[in-house]
């Protein structure tokens, strides 16, 4: 009960400070780890076939069994809602309740894990392109939401990732640069047919688009712009491993326990001034697990996490947030850090399940983003990109996503 009763006046706080915000969705404060995948467990870029299976994982901290239904919207490819009835790309019924739900098991953190994969009996695809699940309470408040992808692929795409092609960002920057082979299928107009988005890690905050070929050859449609898909290098993910709970490691400085359990990080150092260093990351996700129970989706634990950045620098009246896929990548009050000055760091509480965590610290200043003020941006950075192709002829109703092409820059070209 007292574990409740804390969580409770923790995240009511959490609420006045969400209500604030400008996001467009006040996502709920009790929903945690939000997994969409169109994969294995690890993989979380939400993009399948037409024929394959999408999963959706979230966490309900409350210490409830709520219940939650979902809805899918069909957007252009630009994310802005289609005009497409329901019935035009839905098979089925959505706005149902999701069934799939299990109650935490031997954690300090009561929780409930709710799971929902898409198609099901009760609703699938017609079409593919760009889609947002939302998740609904029983009043009707849209308490989450993401976005999906869903391909029908008609054609390939082979892309490359080079240092900068100007000299002056040659150290920082990486340039991305395609062909679309287009052989076996006609697209009569390029020009105005296709339009291709490029990610960097899966995040759609820095995406690319570009509306125009370079160059449109037989079967080929080239892509080597330079300034239109460059992209900062950035730097490696910073990291922290919690699946054990109860020890501290390299990344982890201390560990206590009171209602759940604490972990206090080392004190991070901004990395901006700093050589390139290289080590492993995993591009800013996460992965929960624990070395106490066998499945982690309700049985590993949550813990309040500690987070601090050392001042070495000045900001004004910059903000700094805390950020990765735990919070998919949204800048809110819950993730922003507060400066110490006896201390002289910024600080951060987040309360976060069991795993391995990738994360970085930007700065928000006049609603802009730097990603890489703090923690540096090199060429030699190992980043996965993502081009997706999308066509819309002028007989064509929707934006069909017609190809997608990945890779890394571990095989970054000279």
Known sequence: MKIEM???????????????????????????????SGGSFNSQFPIIKMNQVLSLSFDDVSGDENFY??????????????????????????????EDMESSYGTLQRYTNYKLSLPNNDVSFKIS?????????????????????ILNEKLSVDLNVYPSQNKDRFYTHQNVQFIINTSGYKIRNPNNDI??????????DSSKIIFRPQFIEKDRLVYRYNDESEFEGGNEYLFFDSKDLRSTNQKISFVRKEN????????????????????SDINGNFIPNTTLGENPYYESDYSIVYFSLARQFEIDDSKIYIYGK???????????????????????????????????????????????QISGSFFQ????????????????????????????SYELKY
């Open 326 to 372: 735990f919070n998919n990548y949204e800048l809110t009050e819950e993730n922003e850090m507060i400066y110490n000055p006896s201390l002289e760091t910024f600080e951060g509480i987040l309360l976060l399940k069991q795993g391995f965590y990738n994360y970085k610290y930007v700065i928000q200043k006049n609603n802009m983003i730097s990603k890489n």
């Open 260 to 279: 759940i359990y604490q972990h206090f990080l080392f004190t991070d150092n901004p990395r901006g001034n700093l050589t390139y260093s290289n080590y």
């Open 6 to 36: 804390f969580f409770l006046s923790f995240f009511c706080s959490l609420t006045l400070l969400f209500s604030k915000s400008e996001k467009k969705i006040d996502e709920n404060p009790f929903i945690k780890t939000v997994i969409l």
């Open 195 to 204: 339009k291709v988005v490029v990610l960097q890690n899966d995040q759609w």
């Open 69 to 98: 239904y979902y809805k899918i919207i069909h957007c252009d490819f630009d994310w802005k809602r289609s005009r497409l009835l329901k019935s035009e790309y839905l098979e089925g019924n959505d706005n149902n309740l999701i």
């Open 381 to 408: 950075t190992e980043n996965s990109y993502t081009v997706l192709v999308y066509k819309k002829g002028f007989e064509d109703l929707y934006d069909m996503l017609i190809g997608v092409g990945r890779t890394n």
């Open 129 to 149: 392109g760009n889609f947002k699940l939302e998740i609904l309470d029983a009043d009707d408040n849209i308490i989450l939401e993401r976005k999906f992808l």
